[in-house]
């Protein structure tokens, strides 16, 4: 059986810090000329692994605008695909309540007011992974795509009072001489934090997939390097012990927009 070495991280900045500790240690598979001669391909010019662990928690103001843009076609692709709300709302009633409304009484109507959520068979916390892991055809634009769903899906969620976790995740085959596969993962946003694109998109840049994730292989023990990359699923044993007791939904192979808008679709679809 093929085994799995995972790294599960709490934040953006752990995992930063323990693939730092692995580049000064020597186990690394690009060094800073490599960095600074892949600005292309990363999406992002790097000065070196040192500039790269300086720039991931600072504001990337070329990235913020491309996934706004991004987020507003997004928006208002959903129509009527809607879950129910679980935010608590006011209800009139004629005989019991939390308080009364005296001038509802004295014009004869239901004047007892209640607070109720509507019914919803979804766990009120959900877990969003989305994949960081990218065939290198793909530009660094292209990748944005799946993190901007993962975004939109948390907006819609919470406006709808669910709690969200939102994770990105990558999964490679065969990514160590001994042949065991590999599972990273970094949490970018706790279930009681607010939703800030400007500090997430750092996390969804294929620029961090392929500087921090990349380093982090090496973490464990060195990399082969592997070009097998794999797709994540909800029922994947990994994101399912990533997702605890939330209710855990997985964003793979998108690319585009027209992939974009039909996977948010889908999922507020599913939801309803």
């Known amino acids: 059986m093929t085994t799995i070495r ?47 662990v300086a720039k991931v928690g600072d504001y990337w103001p070329e990235g913020l605008d491309l996934v706004q843009e991004m987020l507003f076609e997004l928006r208002n692709v959903t129509g009527q695909a809607r879950p129910r709300s679980r935010v608590r709302r006011g209800r009139w009633s004629a005989d019991d309540g939390d308080e009364i409304d005296v001038d509802r009484l004295r014009a004869g109507q239901d004047c007892w007011r209640q607070t109720v959520r509507e019914e919803c068979d979804a766990p009120q916390t959900m877990c969003l992974v989305f994949s960081l892991s990218t ?14 769903v993962a975004i939109v ?31 990273i993962a970094a949490k970018l946003k706790g279930s009681a934090s607010p939703l800030d694109i400007a500090s997430l998109v750092n996390g969804i840049a294929g620029w961090f997939y392929r500087t921090v994730v990349f380093q982090s292989y090496h973490v464990p023990q060195r990399a082969r390097f592997a070009r097998n990359v794999g797709s994540i699923f909800d029922t994947m044993p990994a994101i399912v012990e990533l ?7 997985t964003i793979d192979d998108v690319w585009d927009r027209s992939a974009a808008e039909a996977k948010v679709k889908e999922v507020m679809s599913r939801l309803r």
């Not at 599960?8 to 580049?23: C, I």
């Not at 290198?136 to 990748?143: K, L, N, P």
């Open 153 to 183: 899906l948390a907006d819609l969620l919470e406006a709808c009072g669910y709690r969200i976790e939102l994770w990105a995740a990558s999964y490679t085959k065969r990514a160590y001489f001994d042949g065991s596969d590999a599972f």
């Open 243 to 249: 997702a605890g007791n939330a209710r855990v939904l």
């Open 6 to 52: 995972k790294q599960v991280y709490e934040s953006m900045q752990e995992m930063v810090e323990e693939a730092d500790k692995a580049f000064r240690s020597g186990r690394y598979q690009r060094d800073d000329d490599a960095i600074r001669s892949d600005a292309a391909f990363l999406g992002r010019f790097f000065d070196g692994w040192g500039d790269v």
């Open 135 to 148: 065939p290198a055809c793909y530009d660094s634009e292209e990748v944005l795509w799946r993190g901007a």
